[in-house]
């Protein structure tokens, strides 16, 4: 869905839930810059582990670290209105791809990202997925099998 003046003032979920989706698309690109022109001043980004980010290009910075690449395949978008802030919380969820630092691909490590957008901006996201598991397991450090 297409971001215009009308819907925002129309239908606050799906604008929220099309601010959401096209973050998500220029961070995968990446595109820092595109990416947070969607958050509002203050935003804050929490990683799994309790990693806080200021906003999208310190989050680009650690993927690179981490990822030789890495992408979202998204499986839904979810949204609901809070009518006594007019915050909207959406969820996106789905599988991450790509391939770690050391060459090994991967398509199925689960993640759900949880934003609150206010005004026509994201001011917060928790991410989850399960990439520290896959990286506890291939260290022999897992405390089950995956």
Known sequence: ?????????????????????????????PDPEGAAA???????LVFTGG???AGPAESAAFNAKRYDWVKKKFL???????????EVHVYNTGYLYGAWKDG?????NRYLDKFVVRHGKIVSTDVWNDSAEIILHKAGLAEAEL
């Open 1 to 29: 869905m297409k971001v215009t003046a009308m819907t925002q003032q129309t239908d606050p979920v799906a604008t929220a839930k099309a601010i959401v989706e096209s973050y998500l698309e220029r961070s995968m690109v």
């Open 38 to 44: 969607y958050v509002s001043d203050g935003f804050k």
């Open 51 to 53: 990693r806080v980010f």
């Open 76 to 86: 839904r978008t979810d949204a609901a209105l809070d009518e006594a802030t007019g």
């Open 104 to 108: 090994t691909t991967f398509e199925t």
